[in-house]
């Protein structure tokens, strides 16, 4: 029974994860997208995060929720861009935030205020999809290439 009890509080936890990382933010984007197209112009930025990228044994709870709103942030621009809508994905890596404090120190770990500056800048610039800082561009290019038999065998 206390396998049970377990199993139901592990559905919750991802109840809630895709509640707050997922249904919340397409309700907010399809209200968006009703407003802006009426207008025939405006930019959408949707913070996702690089832990959608690739489904990590640590975090892939986490992780499946995030590469769900980048999917359902693709399609959207697709699907706005002819209307004069930009939509542009936000993936951020660590940042130090409350949801990170209980976190060791880490060099891949970016100040919130510059991830914020680079959201500005994708905004104006009307980038499609920015990694922040940077780095994760790059960082997420090779992970997102190592065969699966490997990955699956790295700690991270």
């Not at 709870?61 to 994905?89: D, E, Q």
């Amino acid at each position: 029974q206390a396998v049970g009890l377990d199993i139901v509080f592990r559905i919750c936890k991802m109840d809630k994860l895709f509640k707050v990382n997922v249904l919340s933010p397409i309700g907010i984007l399809m209200a968006l997208e009703e407003a802006m197209t009426v207008r025939k112009r405006g930019v959408i930025a949707v913070i996702s995060s690089v832990a959608g990228d690739r489904g990590r044994a640590s975090n892939f709870a986490y992780g499946s929720t995030k590469a769900a709103i980048t999917a359902f942030v693709s399609g959207m621009r697709a699907r706005l861009l002819p209307k004069g809508v930009h939509v542009i994905t936000i993936k951020p890596g660590m940042v130090a935030t409350a949801m990170t404090e209980h976190l060791p120190p880490s060099p891949l770990m970016a100040d919130p205020k510059a991830v914020a500056r680079d959201i500005v800048k994708a905004v104006i610039h009307k980038k499609l999809v920015v990694y922040t800082p940077g780095f994760w561009r790059l960082i997420m290019f090779v992970i997102s290439h190592i065969p699966e038999k490997i990955f699956m065998k790295l700690k991270f």
